[in-house]
């Protein structure tokens, strides 16, 4: 009821669903069993109730397959996924003198957005680029990439 979020109540979350999982997979895995007997008990007699007897019990080991193939380990989920940080900045240009000037990106800002008085003259600079500073061979480069 009052538990806080960094107490572990996402940790026992990712626990119940993957035990969850197995238990569908034990199930499954047992119906796919009884399916393959029953399959091989009526052979003799009756093929064409065991031929749909095994395709059954062989789909659904397929299936077992595909959802341990596909599922991630309860651990992988609980871990926070690490977010890149990237230095973008925001060009700016006067269309009356042609200053130019480079600032850090703020949010909201748009290329054609009239943003800031020119310092030269009475005008407003425009934001003609925003872009982010490239990094090669683990070195900064001023080389810019558009967004």
């Keep these: 009821m009052g538990e806080k979020p960094g107490?572990?109540?996402?940790?026992a979350a990712g626990m119940q669903v993957s035990w969850v999982a197995y238990a569908a997979i034990l199930?499954?895995?047992?119906?796919?069993?009884?399916?393959?007997?029953m399959g091989f008990i009526n052979y003799p007699?009756?093929?064409d109730v065991a031929i749909i007897y095994m395709f059954i019990g062989a789909a659904g080991f397929a299936a077992i397959g595909y959802m341990?193939?596909?599922?991630?380990?309860?651990?992988?989920?609980?871990?926070?996924?690490?977010?890149k940080?990237?230095?973008?900045f925001?060009?700016?240009?006067?269309?009356?003198?042609?200053q130019?000037?480079?600032?850090?990106?703020?949010?909201?800002d748009y290329v054609f957005k009239d943003d800031e008085?020119?310092?030269?003259?009475?005008?407003?600079?425009?934001?003609?680029?925003?872009?982010?500073?490239?990094?090669?061979?683990?070195?900064?480069k001023d080389e810019s990439n558009w967004l």
């Design 100 to 108: 130019k000037r480079v600032r850090d990106f703020k949010r909201g």
């Design 85 to 88: 940080k990237v230095e973008v």
């Design 27 to 37: 199930v499954v895995g047992l119906l796919s069993l009884f399916s393959l007997y």
């Design 117 to 140: 008085p020119c310092t030269r003259c009475d005008g407003m600079m425009m934001i003609t680029k925003i872009a982010r500073k490239k990094e090669e061979d683990g070195k900064k």
């Design 68 to 83: 341990l193939v596909r599922g991630k380990p309860a651990s992988a989920k609980n871990e926070p996924l690490e977010v």
């Design 90 to 98: 925001t060009t700016l240009e006067c269309p009356k003198c042609q």
């Design 7 to 11: 107490n572990g109540s996402k940790a």
């Design 45 to 47: 007699d009756n093929t």
